[in-house]
């Protein structure tokens, strides 16, 4: 009997190292996972104010995007108005250039306006005049004259 109290004791000893050790490693690993809970318990903490600032620099962005838009529609009206503003300088420069042809041009048609004035003014009397005319001959003048201002 010495022999197996031996032998149980050869078996017995290794399997309650084994064990010793899986209770130990089980332990540790148990320690781990409570630090790995706490850690992820700690991230999702500070992930948390991340999403928020992540959602408002989604809205910045996008906001940003919109004025980039703005910015390039400006820009457009900007040039048009600076086409604008060349052809309005030519119109101008065009003006100047042909202003003296203009005010003599102005004092033409004025002083053929005064002389219309005049010449259909005489032209009326002298429709006045062939009108008594006719009164007084029986072939005289029969057409009216005048009636030029109405």
Same mark, same amino acid.
């Given at each position: 009997?010495?022999?197996?109290?031996?032998?149980?004791?050869?078996?017995?000893?290794?399997?309650?190292?084994?064990?010793?050790?899986?209770?130990?490693?089980?332990?540790?690993?148990?320690?781990?996972?409570?630090?790995?809970? @706490?850690?992820?318990? %700690? #991230?999702?903490?500070?992930?948390?104010?991340?999403?928020?600032?992540? +959602?408002?620099? /989604? =809205?910045?962005?996008?906001?940003?995007?919109?004025?980039?838009?703005?910015?390039?529609?400006?820009?457009?009206?900007?040039?048009?108005?600076?086409?604008?503003?060349?052809?309005?300088? @030519?119109?101008?420069? %065009? #003006?100047?250039?042909?202003?003296?042809?203009?005010?003599?041009?102005? +004092?033409?048609? /004025? =002083?053929?306006?005064?002389?219309?004035?005049?010449?259909?003014?005489?032209?009326?009397?002298?429709?006045?005049?062939?009108?008594?005319?006719?009164?007084?001959?029986?072939?005289?003048?029969?057409?009216?004259?005048?009636?030029?201002?109405?």
């Amino acid at each position: 009997m010495g022999k197996m109290n031996i032998n149980l004791l050869a078996t017995v000893v290794p399997l309650v190292i084994v064990a010793v050790g899986l209770i130990g490693w089980v332990t540790t690993l148990r320690g781990d996972l409570n630090a790995a809970q @706490s850690q992820l318990a %700690e #991230v999702r903490s500070d992930i948390t104010p991340l999403q928020a600032e992540a +959602k408002q620099c /989604a =809205i910045e962005i996008h906001n940003l995007h919109e004025l980039i838009k703005d910015i390039d529609k400006i820009e457009e009206v900007v040039e048009e108005v600076d086409v604008a503003i060349f052809r309005l300088n @030519s119109v101008e420069d %065009e #003006v100047k250039a042909h202003s003296p042809a203009i005010v003599e041009l102005e +004092k033409s048609l /004025a =002083i053929a306006n005064d002389q219309m004035k005049t010449i259909l003014a005489d032209h009326e009397i002298m429709g006045e005049m062939l009108e008594d005319m006719g009164k007084t001959q029986p072939a005289g003048e029969r057409r009216e004259y005048g009636g030029y201002g109405n």
